[in-house]
């Protein structure tokens, strides 16, 4: 089996309910063939978020290795971070100088997302995407293009917009799949501890 069948059946089977840090634009159809500056878009708060969601994913290598000595020294290591976590995530998501949106309910997949907007969007649309998902830290910056649009009766928007994802990679896509099969795992435990 060659490996974009592979990709096109994970990016199916991987999708959960989540919330997220989560904002777009649309792309102007002259901007679509142009190189993105991400300099320009992209803030401080985000560039924050990400440099500490890289911190995590280095340091969780090595409190692996300390939890094979010592499960005490890695659970509290693992409590000192948490501490800092919410710490941070307090200073940068409360900060009312801070322009980066609320958090807002998607439907997360490894091939696109779904997420209620007051925009009507049309169906081709192609737009970017700056996504963190604050459990990871995650940050990613993604296209995609309008697939559907439905109206919400029952929900906090007018519209549901569905996006596939266009031009993302496989690290991309291997890193929705991790926090996919995490939150799977953890709503999993949660039911058992219920």
Do not use: W
Not at 64 to 83: E, M
Not at 122 to 139: E, F, R
Not at 143 to 168: A, C, H, L
């Amino acid at each position: 089996m060659n490996s974009s069948v592979q990709t096109d059946e994970r990016r199916q089977y991987y999708r959960i309910d989540d919330s997220a840090i989560f904002s777009y634009h649309v792309i102007k159809k002259e901007l679509e063939n142009k190189p993105v500056d991400d300099s320009k878009k992209i803030s401080t708060a985000f560039e924050m978020i990400e440099l500490f969601g890289q911190m995590n994913q280095q340091m969780s290598v090595a409190l692996g290795r300390i939890s094979d000595h010592s499960a005490d020294i890695a659970t509290y290591l693992k409590g000192l971070d948490n501490k800092v976590e919410l710490l941070a995530q307090m200073y940068l998501f409360k900060d009312s100088g801070s322009d980066l949106e609320p958090q807002r309910q998607i439907n997360l997949g490894a091939g696109g997302l779904a997420f209620g907007s007051d925009e009507k969007l049309k169906q081709g649309t192609l737009i970017a995407m700056d996504m963190i998902l604050s459990t990871d830290l995650l940050c990613l910056h993604l296209t995609g293009r309008v697939i559907q649009v439905s109206s919400e009766k029952n929900g906090d928007f007018p519209y549901r917009i569905s996006i596939g994802f266009v031009d993302i990679s496989d690290v991309e896509v291997d890193q929705i799949i991790k926090h996919i099969m995490r939150l799977q795992s953890e709503q999993l435990r949660a039911k058992r501890e219920s």
